[in-house]
């Protein structure tokens, strides 16, 4: 259950619905976990395109005295996606 990411107290909340007869309930909290899942994902999809954008920045940067990614950091520049996040 912890490799689905459920915390420890959601493994014993399940575990006290195992007599079989609360499988609805069970099923919300799998729902519940599902959608958190969902959630981190779009927010990981959204850092990995801004990292990625500020890679490529710094790669491309060609005799510029500042770093693109320390830049964004300091809220100097920020790459086009950033926003989003």
Known sequence: ???LGFS???IAELL???D???CEEA???AEHKLKDVREKMT???RMESVLSELVCACHLRQGN???PLI???QGKKEPRSTDAV
């Open 27 to 29: 099923s919300s909290l």
């Open 16 to 18: 006290r619905l195992e």
């Open 71 to 73: 830049a964004s950091l």
């Open 65 to 67: 005295v500042s770093c």
């Open 1 to 3: 259950a912890q490799r």
């Open 8 to 10: 420890l107290d959601e």
């Open 20 to 22: 079989g007869t609360h």
């Open 43 to 45: 927010d990981l999809a």
